[in-house]
């Protein structure tokens, strides 16, 4: 792992040159961090369940046509993926009032919201990735209109099936952030689903009790978030019921074959 090329290291994965052209390797960390990485700290465990949730929800999201960089699974915390041109935004997806939007809008956080809402994040650490319109991301040539039609029409397809699968699992998905990437063949790109799709990027609420089982456990210091992270890994069929922790385990089910197929618990 050492001797391969590294790409770029970010706060919570580092980017490996690929076996072939194109492709990189994604490598999981364990660090978080928050508010703009000026709260840092690890959750013991978390590259490994990262990275198989985003395993599970790529591949499913595939499966409904929507195209993403995710190739395979390497190991607990690594996989292959296709290299794209990230654009530079975040996309965020809300369905439910919480986070920046309660405090930017004086919103109660939990209030179901009238439909579901897009924001985009200019990506950039330094500014602290500011919201920004589609006039000053059409402006600043950050993408095309088309794209962002291409970009908008795959954000609310995603969140329609990310909605059920985590409501089949008891799960209410409050909002989640996206990054689309460029595949280039040519002088033509297509937009490809890039980055992640895990409880770093998602606010995820337990439907009967409204606990959460997302990164925001560690933002507001409620401890706890090794196991909910494992929660949702486990709701979604990717962990046994008698898992004592997510390294050995994930690997343990690795090597007996069991975690192909699986299906997704009855919860
Ligand atoms: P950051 O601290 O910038 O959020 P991360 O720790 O999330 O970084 O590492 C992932 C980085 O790799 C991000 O900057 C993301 O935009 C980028 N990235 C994700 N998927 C791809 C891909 N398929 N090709 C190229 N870059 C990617
Ligand atoms: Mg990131």
């Not at 990717?238 to 343990?252: I, M, Q, Y």
Request: with cysteine; aromatic share 8%; glycine share 8%.
């Amino acid at each position: 792992m050492s001797r391969r090329r590294q790409i770029y290291e970010g706060k919570a994965k580092i980017l490996y040159e690929g076996p072939e052209p194109g492709t990189l390797i994604q490598y999981f960390k364990d660090d978080a961090t928050a508010f703009n990485a000026q709260k840092r700290g690890t959750i013991n465990g978390k590259g490994v369940i990262n990275n198989r949730i985003s395993e599970f929800v790529f591949t499913r999201l595939s499966h409904i046509g929507v195209p993403t960089h995710f190739i395979r699974r390497l190991n607990m915390r690594e996989q292959l993926i296709r290299q794209v041109e990230i654009v530079p935004l975040e996309v965020i997806v809300r369905n439910v009032a919480a986070g920046s939007l309660t405090k930017r809008l004086g919103i109660d956080e939990g209030e179901t919201l009238p439909h579901t809402l897009l924001e985009y994040c200019y990506k950039d650490d330094g500014l602290g990735d500011p919201l920004v319109s589609e006039e000053e991301i059409a402006c600043f040539n950050w993408a095309s209109h088309e794209e962002m039609q291409d970009i908008s029409s795959m954000a609310i397809r995603i969140n329609d099936f990310l909605c059920g699968m985590f409501s089949a699992i008891n799960i209410r998905l409050v909002d989640f952030k996206l990054e689309f990437g460029r595949l280039w063949d040519g002088d033509y790109s297509r937009l490809i689903l890039a980055d992640e799709i895990s409880p770093d990027g998602c606010r995820l609420w337990d439907m009967t009790t409204g606990e959460k089982l997302d990164k925001d456990r560690f933002r507001r210091d409620l401890g706890g978030e090794e196991d909910a992270y494992r929660e949702v890994a486990r709701r979604l069929g990717l962990l046994s019921e008698n898992d004592s922790g997510p390294g050995e385990v994930l690997d343990l089910a690795h090597h007996r074959g069991r975690l192909r197929g699986t299906k997704p618990k009855k919860s």
